[in-house]
């Protein structure tokens, strides 16, 4: 969460686990805070630890298919999956995030993504990537600009 210091608004959790990334972004602030869990038995403990933070209510956990769901009006995205869907998930993003959006992923990082700050080492380290900056090195990379 250190590398979402200093911004504000909504922050959707893909893969969100048992919940507490979005628990912790809602203490910080955070409105609205979604999580999105393909696992029945992780949102329902997720939703536990929610009503017992006394947050029920007030954060949200959907058993929902990321890939059918909307990522346009996200300004924050923390991100904590296997590597293996990352490459597909940075299409999605690239494509669908606002150009102000922040994409924080844990323990695995964006493969040639260059992030903009990264955190913490060992299972514990994660890196931040600015959407902006990556669609503008997108683009220079088609036109053959240097990076």
């Not at 690239?94 to 040639?112: H, I, N």
């Amino acid at each position: 969460m250190t590398l979402l210091q200093g911004r504000s608004g909504n922050i959707a959790d893909l893969g969100s686990g048992d919940g507490r990334i979005v628990l912790e972004a809602y203490r910080q602030g955070f409105q609205p805070v979604v999580g999105y869990e393909l696992n029945p038995w992780l949102i329902r403990l997720s939703n536990f630890h929610a009503w017992r933070a006394g947050y029920s209510g007030k954060v949200s956990f959907r058993q929902e298919d990321l890939w059918k769901v909307s990522l346009a009006e996200c300004r924050n995205v923390t991100v904590f999956l296997a590597p293996s869907v990352l490459p597909l998930l940075q299409e999605k993003l690239l494509s669908e995030l606002p150009l102000d959006a922040l994409v924080v992923a844990g323990r695995f990082p964006f493969p040639g993504w260059a992030p903009c700050r990264t955190e913490g080492v060992g299972v514990h380290r994660a890196w931040a990537y600015n959407i902006q900056a990556l669609r503008q090195a997108a683009r220079n990379q088609d036109q053959g600009t240097p990076v």
